[in-house]
């Protein structure tokens, strides 16, 4: 019952609403990655499709159209009632969608021509919290410390560091074990953990961890001992760098002070972040283009050359459906008695024919709109893939006009890939910026105020590095009208420090 003032209203509302069939999902993950994840993903779709398979260049014929044929030939040809499994026949777009997910972390940079090596299976590597674990077993823990020990272990992050409570560590034990232990007994394991490999693990904070490593080094060494009194004692004037006041206060001159300093700064001070063999080889660039201009002579300075813009493949294969399964296709249409089993081998085969054949042209779509992305990003920054400099102003919707795509296209297109040049590796990124004007009113690209901002503080006077307002001042002397503020957020996306922290004692 309603009651007054309440009114129910039903009412129809009609909307437009856009979704991405199976084919544009999988075109888009295949768009955005590099070349080392596409050889990979190749290599996964492969294991996952008995259908598709590696083929050589000249065997790529137009095999999907002729099983298209066949099937629309057998459909023509045949009579009677359809098949009860032919009439219901759905694709599962669930398991399809899955089969073909990929996150864009699992690639390697391992793939190889060589059957020999190609399935060996990668060695296995201890893990940190695997080889602490050994570690800890050979220390001389009663029960009760081995509790703790564990409990400290799983309690690391990333870097290394315990930034648990001491205390709820100790409740915890007495909570799930029912075995009684305090906080001196749980700093007691931790210093212990401490002083395993990596040095440093299990610290509280930096200077903890800085300071055990230290420790650890030779005695009676008067640059480890300057440098332990550093971080015991003077630990708030080494983060500002006032040289001065440590010089005086820990009676030292430029050159000893120096020596300590180095050698804080040789230290760990992320004993977790141990670098994995296979995490090392993820992390190596393949360059998905290569561009180079060629000159039409080498005598004149204004010549009409060419620009030579390749797509890398050079390690994945050419993909083909299976002849294989073409024959069983061919025997199943010859049969006129149908049978439950052979209507689901149809099934079977149509249906992964169909993933096979999306696969391939969502690759040739990958390829197609990479290399267009590619040329209109070289006619639009002909003058720095001529001469390596000379960077224009340029944003996503520049490309994405010129291609006629949408801007998210051209953004996945451009995340994570890179160019090999005449002048070096870039990322599709690094061409990509905003617009500056100079005092003669000429439009330049901030990548070049970048640029020249990070030489500026590269050749400072280590001793006195130059403040923002003073690099202010300089690049406006160069013509560039940028404010303080700008060059600030220019130098912090750079990852460089303020003034202050970037002095050295030279």
Same mark, same amino acid.
């Given at each position: 019952?309603?009651?007054?003032?309440?009114?129910?209203?039903?009412? &129809?509302?009609?909307s437009?609403?856009?979704k991405?069939?199976? &084919?544009?999902?999988?075109?888009?993950?295949?768009?955005?990655?590099?070349?080392i994840?596409?050889?990979?993903r190749?290599?996964?779709?492969?294991?996952?499709?008995?259908?598709l398979?590696?083929?050589?260049?000249?065997?790529?014929t137009?095999?999907?159209?002729?099983?298209?044929?066949?099937?629309?030939e057998?459909?023509?040809?045949?009579?009677?009632?359809?098949?009860?499994?032919?009439?219901?026949?759905?694709?599962?777009?669930?398991?399809?969608?899955?089969?073909t997910?990929f996150?864009?972390?699992?690639?390697?940079?391992n793939?190889?021509?060589d059957?020999?090596?190609?399935?060996?299976?990668n060695?296995?590597?201890?893990?940190?919290?695997?080889?602490?674990?050994? &570690?800890?077993?050979?220390?001389?823990?009663?029960?009760?410390?081995?509790?703790?020990?564990?409990?400290?272990?799983?309690s690391l992050?990333n870097?290394?560091?315990?930034r648990?409570?001491?205390?709820?560590?100790?409740?915890n034990?007495?909570?799930?074990?029912?075995?009684?232990?305090?906080e001196?007994?749980?700093?007691?394991?931790?210093?212990?953990i401490?002083?395993?490999?990596?040095?440093?693990?299990?610290?509280r904070?930096l200077?903890?961890?800085?300071?055990?490593?230290?420790?650890m080094?030779?005695?009676?060494?008067?640059v480890v001992e300057?440098a332990?009194k550093?971080?015991?004692?003077?630990?708030?004037?080494?983060?500002?760098?006032?040289f001065?006041?440590?010089?005086?206060?820990?009676?030292?001159?430029?050159e &000893?002070l120096?020596e300590?300093?180095?050698?804080?700064?040789?230290?760990?001070?992320?004993p977790?972040?141990?670098?994995?063999?296979?995490e090392?080889?993820?992390?190596?660039?393949?360059?998905?283009?290569?561009?180079?201009?060629?000159p039409?002579?080498?005598?004149?300075?204004?010549?009409?050359?060419?620009?030579?813009?390749?797509?890398?493949q050079?390690?994945?294969?050419?993909l083909?459906?299976?002849?294989?399964?073409?024959?069983?296709?061919?025997?199943?249409?010859?049969?006129?008695?149908?049978?439950?089993?052979?209507?689901?081998?149809?099934?079977?085969?149509?249906?992964?024919?169909?993933?096979?054949?999306?696969?391939?042209?969502?690759?040739?779509?990958?390829?197609?709109?990479?290399?267009?992305?590619?040329?209109?990003i070289?006619?639009?920054q002909?003058?720095?893939?001529?001469?390596?400099?000379?960077?224009?102003?340029m944003?996503?919707?520049?490309v994405?006009?010129?291609v006629?795509?949408d801007i998210?296209?051209?953004?996945?297109?451009?995340?994570?890939?890179?160019?090999?040049?005449n002048?070096g590796?870039?990322?599709?990124?690094?061409?990509f910026?905003?617009g500056l004007?100079?005092?003669?009113?000429e439009?330049?690209?901030?990548q070049?105020?970048?640029?020249?901002?990070?030489?500026?503080i590269?050749?400072?006077?280590?001793?006195?590095?130059?403040?923002?307002?003073?690099?202010?001042?300089?690049?406006?002397?160069?013509?560039?009208?940028?404010?303080?503020?700008?060059?600030?957020?220019?130098r912090?996306?750079?990852?460089?420090?303020?003034?202050?922290l970037r002095k050295?004692?030279?």
């Amino acid at each position: 019952m309603l009651k007054q003032g309440q009114s129910q209203k039903l009412g &129809q509302k009609q909307s437009l609403q856009q979704k991405l069939s199976p &084919q544009q999902i999988q075109y888009i993950k295949l768009l955005q990655l590099p070349t080392i994840g596409l050889e990979q993903r190749v290599k996964e779709e492969i294991e996952l499709n008995p259908v598709l398979e590696e083929a050589e260049p000249e065997e790529i014929t137009e095999s999907v159209d002729e099983i298209e044929r066949e099937w629309e030939e057998s459909e023509d040809e045949s009579t009677g009632d359809p098949d009860p499994v032919d009439q219901n026949e759905e694709i599962d777009w669930e398991s399809f969608l899955h089969n073909t997910e990929f996150d864009g972390q699992s690639f390697g940079s391992n793939y190889s021509g060589d059957e020999e090596f190609r399935d060996l299976p990668n060695p296995y590597h201890e893990t940190l919290l695997e080889e602490l674990e050994h &570690q800890v077993s050979l220390l001389d823990l009663d029960d009760t410390e081995k509790l703790i020990a564990d409990q400290i272990l799983g309690s690391l992050d990333n870097d290394g560091y315990f930034r648990r409570e001491i205390e709820a560590v100790a409740d915890n034990i007495s909570f799930n074990y029912g075995v009684v232990s305090d906080e001196e007994q749980v700093e007691k394991v931790r210093k212990k953990i401490q002083r395993l490999e990596p040095v440093g693990i299990a610290s509280r904070d930096l200077r903890d961890c800085l300071l055990i490593q230290v420790e650890m080094m030779r005695r009676n060494d008067p640059v480890v001992e300057t440098a332990k009194k550093i971080l015991k004692d003077e630990w708030a004037a080494f983060e500002r760098k006032h040289f001065s006041k440590l010089k005086t206060r820990l009676g030292v001159d430029d050159e &000893q002070l120096k020596e300590a300093f180095n050698l804080i700064k040789g230290l760990n001070p992320r004993p977790g972040a141990v670098a994995n063999p296979d995490e090392d080889s993820r992390q190596y660039i393949e360059p998905d283009f290569e561009v180079y201009y060629v000159p039409a002579s080498d005598d004149e300075e204004d010549d009409d050359g060419e620009f030579v813009i390749k797509l890398n493949q050079r390690n994945i294969p050419p993909l083909r459906i299976s002849p294989h399964y073409k024959e069983i296709w061919d025997d199943l249409k010859k049969n006129r008695k149908k049978n439950s089993q052979e209507s689901e081998a149809r099934s079977f085969i149509r249906n992964k024919v169909e993933s096979a054949q999306w696969f391939i042209e969502s690759i040739r779509q990958r390829q197609k709109t990479l290399l267009d992305t590619m040329k209109t990003i070289v006619a639009l920054q002909e003058d720095f893939f001529k001469f390596g400099e000379g960077l224009k102003p340029m944003i996503l919707k520049d490309v994405a006009e010129r291609v006629h795509l949408d801007i998210s296209t051209i953004s996945r297109v451009v995340n994570g890939k890179y160019v090999q040049t005449n002048f070096g590796v870039y990322e599709l990124k690094y061409f990509f910026s905003e617009g500056l004007k100079m005092e003669s009113g000429e439009e330049v690209s901030s990548q070049e105020v970048k640029n020249l901002l990070e030489e500026l503080i590269k050749n400072e006077d280590k001793k006195n590095p130059l403040s923002d307002q003073e690099l202010t001042k300089l690049l406006r002397d160069r013509g560039y009208q940028v404010a303080r503020r700008t060059v600030s957020k220019y130098r912090e996306k750079l990852n460089l420090p303020v003034a202050r922290l970037r002095k050295q004692i030279v």
